[in-house]
C-alpha cells in the first residue's frame, strides 16, 4: 500500500483510492490527475482489491490492509471491480455496503442533450434507494416440495432515516421535490409502513413538495417522462429497476456516477462496469467515475472544487471532445482516456455555454444518519398464531379435522389458506393448490393467548405427526391488527 | 339478467358479458354491435357487477347470480368497473382471478406507427404475468414495533405451469421467442425455481427461441427497445411493473386488450379504467375492449372472425378515423364511440395496407392447463431451525448468552443475524440493527433433528421469556440445502 500525496495541505482530505480491475486503472489515473490539476485538497491512500485477491482465495476480495484504510479515511474513490463467476465469490460492492453501513444508494440520472443522445431531452432526476432492507437481504428457504419462500424486510427505523436521507439531499441540493414509490396499494403492512414514513418525514420538509406514486405507474412514467421527477426515494428491489431503467433512457449509463452513503463512511464510483474487452487500450471513458469523483468533493464540502470539475467537464461535452463510446453526429473531435482527462484539465476554470452552469453549495454532503428506533409506546398483545403445514390430499377438509384437534380455547382453528387465498371452512375459489398451507389460530373471545400456548400447540402438533414448517405469531398494535386477512376472508 | 341473442345458430358459443361504469356501457354498446355485424357466433348471457353492487353492500361488486352465469358460459368479456375507494370494497378483477383460478394475465403491448403517436415504431411484444402468487399473496406481518414483514411466495407447480402456457402460447401465436425475467442473482431460491422452471420448460419446444433477462435490466431494455422482445413471461409483481412501461412506452394504453386465463375459466377486457368523467358523451374509444373481444374469438377458437375483426380496425386506424384520445396530425377524421364503431363495420372485410394484415391461425387459444405437482421424489430432511426474536439492547452478546441456553445437541445456537446480515459470534458489520434478529439452530455432528426438537426448543424459550416471533424450519433436499446463509456467513 502506497500513499501518493496530492496537494498535501494541512486542510488536505484523507481519502483510499481503489484503481480496480478491467479498464479501473486507466479511468482512475485518468481522474486522479484531473482532481489534481483542480488542486483538490487530497491525502490519498491507494489500496489493492479485486480480482487478483479473489484469485488468492480472499472471498470478499478485500484483504484486511483495504479495510484498515478505509477505516482510517471513511471515504472510498472506487474504479470498477471485476468478480469472478461462480466458485463462492462474493460481490466487492455488496460487502463494502453491508459491511459499512451504507444503507443509501445515491444514482443522479441525467440527460445531456444535445450533444450526447438520448430519449428524453430535459432529464434530470436523483434516485435514492434504500440499500439494507427488502427482499435484498436473502432470506430464503424451500419449505416443501412444492414451495419456496423468500422474505421481504421492512423497518420503520430504517425507512425514516432513508426518508430523512433523502429530504435532506433535497434541501442541500436545491431540489424541489422528493417523490416517493412504493406498492402499496397491496402490500399495506410493509410498504405501507414505507409510504407512512414519507410521509411523517416530509412534514419537517414543508418547502420540497412531496408526492407518492405506485411503482408500476412510476416506473412507466420514468421511462416516458422522466422531466417529472426530481429525487425519488424508493425501497431496494424497486430502486434497482428504476435506477436501470432512468439510466437506460438518460443514455448516459456510461458517464453516470454514483454513491453508497452511511453515517460513518461513503463509496463513490461509477455506475458501469470494468469492461475487460477494452482495457489498456487508452479508449475508455473516465467520465462516470469523474463524476463519482465530483460526488465525493461535494460529500466532503469541497463545493467550489466539485463546481469547478462539473462545469469543465460539462464544457468538454459541449465542445464536442468525445471518447468512442458517445461519439456522434455532433461530435467534434475522437479523443482517448489520456487526451479526454487533458481536455477537462484545459478546461479547468471554464464554464458551460449551453448547459446550465453548475453551482455546488457549501453544505456539508453527508446528512446520513444512525437509524433510531422510536420509542415502542404503541401496546403490543399477542393475538394469534399462523400455523404452516405441509399437506398432501384430496379433500382439505381432511387438514381442517386433523388441525381442528390441535386447538383449544387461548388458540383456537379458524381458517385455512393457501396462497393467500381461503381453502377452509369455506371453499370460494378454484385455484390450483400447492402442499403448503397456512392455519390460522385465535383465542375464543376474552381469553390472551400467550407464547406458552404457542409452544404448546407446536408440541401437540409434533406429537399427532403434523408436518409444521413455521409459525408467525399474530399481533395487535394499540389494538390495530398486525397482520393481513386472508383474500376470501 | 336478460339473455340477448346475437346471431344465435346450433353452434354459438356461450359467453357472460358485463357492461360495467363509467364509459363500460358505451364501448360495451359499441363493441357487442361491431361482434354481431361481424357475424361472430356468441350466445350472450348479460350481467350486471360492480358499482351498483358494491353500493348495495355487496364488498366484490358480484353477486351470485353473476357468479353462476360465468360458471355456466366460462367466458366473461367485461368493460371496466368502478371500485370505490376504502370501506372495505374488494376489487373485482382481484376476486375473479383469485376465485376462478385465473393464473395467466395475458397483455399484447403494440405500437401503431405512424398513425398513432409512440415513442417505439416497431413493438409488438406479448408479456405473460403469474397472476397467483408472489408477494401478492398478501401474507403479511407487524412483527414488532420496528419490524415488518412481507412473504413472497413461489411454488414449482405454479411456475412450471405459467411457463407452459407461455411457450404455448407463443406456438399457437406463430411467436417466435419467448423471455423469462427474474432476480435469480439475488433471490437465488425462489426466482431460482423461476427460472429453473422456465429451462425446464423450454427444453420441450426446441422450435421457440428461450432466453433470460434480470429484471431491472429487462424492465430498461423494455424502455428502450421493445422491439428485441416477443413473449416475456415474468412472476406476479415484476409482470405488474413492466405491463405499465410497456403500454406506455407503447403508447397505445387507450387501444390495449388483455386476458386472464385459468384451466376453466377466461376473462377478456381492455386494460384502461372506466373513466367516469367522460361517462355517456359518445367519445371513449372503444378499440381496448374491442381487442380484448378479439382475444377472445382467438380464445373461443374463432380463428376467422378474430382476423376480420382486428384487420377492420386496423384498416380504421390506417384511414385516419379516430377518437379524440388518439387524435393527431396523421388523422383525417375526429368521431365518437358509435361513429367509431360504424367505421370499424364498414371495413369488416377489408385488410390494412401499411400495417401487416392479422391472420390467426385455428388453434384453441386456452392452452391453459391446470398446476400439477411434481412426484416428491427428492428426500426432504430436517436439518435445522430458524427462531426469529425480539429483542432490544446495546451487546448482542447478551442476546447470543442467553440463546445459547436454548441448545441441545440436536439444535445448538450458531448464528445470529439481522437483516440478513451476521450478528453473532462475530461482528463484521456496522449495519444499524432493529428489533428483530434470526438465531440458526443447527445439529451436532451426526445427529438428525426431529419436529419435537423444535418444538421443545419452543417451549424452552416459552418457558425462559423469550419474545420469539417466528420459526422457520431447515431442510436439504437430496442433501441440498433449501435455506440461504446469512450475508457474512
Known sequence: MSVVQLNQKPQAHPITVAYGDGIGPEIMEAVLKILAEARVPLNIDTIEVGQKFYEKGVTTGIPPAAWDSIRRTKVLLKAPITTPQGGGYKSLNVTMRKSLGLYANVRPCVSFHPYIKSMHANMNLVIIRENEEDLYAGI???????????????????????????FEYAVANGRKKVTCMSKDNIMKLTDGAFHDAFNRVAKDYPQIEADHYIIDIGSARIASKPHIFDVIVTENLYGDIISDIAAEVSGSVGLAGSSNIGANYAMFEAIHGSAPDIAGKDIANPSG????????????????????????????????IHTVDIFNDMSKKKVGTKEFAQAVIDRLGQEPSTYRVVKYQKTHGSAASHAVMAEPKEKRELVGLDLFVRWVGTNVNDLGESLSALSTDALGLTMLSCKGLKVWPDIITEMDVTDRFR??????SGITPTLKDVSDLLSRAADK??????IETLYTFDGKQGFSASQGE
Not at 140 to 165: C, L, N, P
Not at 296 to 302: E, I, S
Not at 465 to 470: E, T, V
Open 140 to 166: 430464503e428457504y424451500r419449505q416443501t416440495h412444492d414451495a419456496f419462500q423468500s422474505v421481504k424486510m421492512i423497518t420503520r427505523s430504517g425507512t425514516e432515516r432513508i426518508m430523512r436521507y433523502a
Open 439 to 444: 392455519a390460522r389460530f385465535m383465542p375464543k
Open 465 to 470: 405427526g403434523i408436518d409444521f414448517l413455521k
Open 289 to 320: 467515475l469523474l463524476h463519482g469523483a465530483i460526488m465525493m468533493c461535494v460529500h466532503l464540502g469541497l463545493a467550489e472544487e466539485a463546481s469547478k470539475l462539473h462545469n469543465a467537464w460539462l464544457k468538454t461535452i459541449e465542445d464536442g
